[in-house]
């Protein structure tokens, strides 16, 4: 009972939260952070009065529904677009992916070299500031743009391709990152086998998509059990994330491929339709923002009275690094100014993955505590926390923003 009750809470919240956003001209996921935010603030203040809610990002069954906000937002984002429109955006998305790490990895680095003290850790704990910048949150990137209508505009699909290359090309990085925060020695072979599992992944995945869904979408109407052409979404969704982690990316980028292949080549119009509306009200009704409640539930202010200069800096270089290296390669690759404003500061959503790395570096004593740990140290978890948070919070705001000011 519970779960059910936190559910309750949390659905009610970001609902509620959700709509009044969308009365005041905002889309839905600034308010369902906002609901996530304060509960965690009144859970961490009003601790006897809100037992169930602290420490609910400690809950591996709250953690698992959370997951399958990702996986439903990321599915839901490949039944959208369209492989071919994807495609001929492929080239130019690489190019903007590539451009949007490298310079916010390096100004992340360089931060750390300006804030951190020297140790036997620096260069780790200073990589783990160039990654934890370089990133993009794919599922935050989705929603927004599924907010404002501009999923399937041509920046859109950049910034949604360009996400999702930068979530394989992080968790590389995060490779990288987890062997030198084990003291395990960056062997080449090793770096050069995890680059071959990326990129087996995408074969395995296109030849099935292009060769083995057209083939079931033709018998699928053979079987006479409801909504058959839902679960066997499902089905392939689960097995190409299962696919994923086994080659060692996110599971989402899994759920992205499977909902990319499973549209309207595969299955008739009328079963698209369906299938999309389904897959639609399971994420944006109950899943999605659930999720983003719990990336609201991590913040800590603790960083902002401690470090406020640090904390400052971080966000100042998480805006500018995505927004001057995504949106010069968007315009480079033919993109307009306000097209390319919008690429980079729809790269900028920061979101779970963020928290997944800061939570790995901290675990691994990264970030030891301590009567003498430096102030910037102890409280690098908490500053990422917000970075990530803030962020998240104000690019649906900057990019309705410019939107509005396009064009139809």
């Not at 509620?16 to 996530?36: D, I, K, N, T, Y």
């Not at 209508?149 to 920046?155: V, W």
């Amino acid at each position: 009972m519970e779960l059910f009750f936190i559910l309750l809470v949390v659905l009610i919240a970001t609902r509620s939260l959700g709509e009044a956003a969308e009365r005041l001209g905002q889309p839905a996921l600034v308010g369902e952070l906002v609901a996530g935010i304060l509960l965690g603030t009144l859970a961490a203040r009003y601790t006897d009065l809100f037992p169930q809610i602290s420490g609910l990002n400690q809950s591996p069954v709250f953690q698992a529904i959370t997951d399958l906000g990702m996986f439903f937002i990321m599915l839901f984002a490949g039944i959208e677009l369209q492989p071919n429109r994807l495609m001929e955006h492929s080239r130019g998305a690489i190019v903007v992916a590539g451009c949007g790490m490298v310079l916010p990895m390096l100004l992340g680095i360089a931060l750390g070299w300006v804030f951190l003290p020297a140790g036997e850790d620096f260069f780790a704990q200073a990589l783990f500031l160039g990654v934890a910048l370089a990133i993009t949150a794919v599922p935050a990137t989705v929603r927004i743009l599924v907010d404002l209508g501009k999923l399937e505009s041509r920046s859109g699909q950049i910034i949604v391709s360009a996400a999702v290359f930068d979530d394989v090309f992080s968790l590389i990085l995060l490779g990288w990152l987890t062997a030198l925060i084990g003291d395990e020695p960056a062997e080449a072979f090793a770096f050069g086998m995890l680059v071959f599992k990326v990129v087996a992944f995408f074969i395995i995945t296109t030849v099935i998509g292009v060769f083995v869904f057209p083939l079931g979408g033709r018998i699928m109407h053979l079987f006479k059990q409801k909504e058959f052409e839902f679960s066997a979404l499902l089905a392939a969704a689960l097995a190409f994330s299962v696919l994923a982690e086994l080659m060692g990316l996110h599971f989402i980028v899994g759920a992205f491929m499977a909902g990319l292949f499973f549209g309207r080549k595969t299955i008739d119009d009328f079963a698209y339709a369906d299938v999309r509306n389904k897959t639609s009200a399971m994420t944006f009704g109950f899943l999605a923002p659930i999720f983003f409640a719990s990336v609201g539930l991590h913040l800590d202010f603790n960083a902002i009275f401690v470090i406020p200069t640090f904390v400052l800096m971080l966000l100042l270089t998480a805006f500018l690094g995505k927004l001057i290296g995504a949106g010069m390669a968007a315009r480079y690759i033919g993109l307009s100014r306000p097209e390319a404003a919008a690429v980079g500061v729809g790269m900028s959503a920061r979101g779970a993955v963020e928290l997944v790395i800061a939570s790995i570096a901290l675990e691994a004593g990264l970030f030891a505590t301590g009567p003498d740990t430096p102030a910037v140290i102890e409280h690098m978890f908490s500053a990422v926390v917000i970075m990530a948070v803030v962020t998240t919070l104000i690019t649906p705001i900057l990019l309705k923003r410019i939107y509005s000011g396009m064009s139809p």
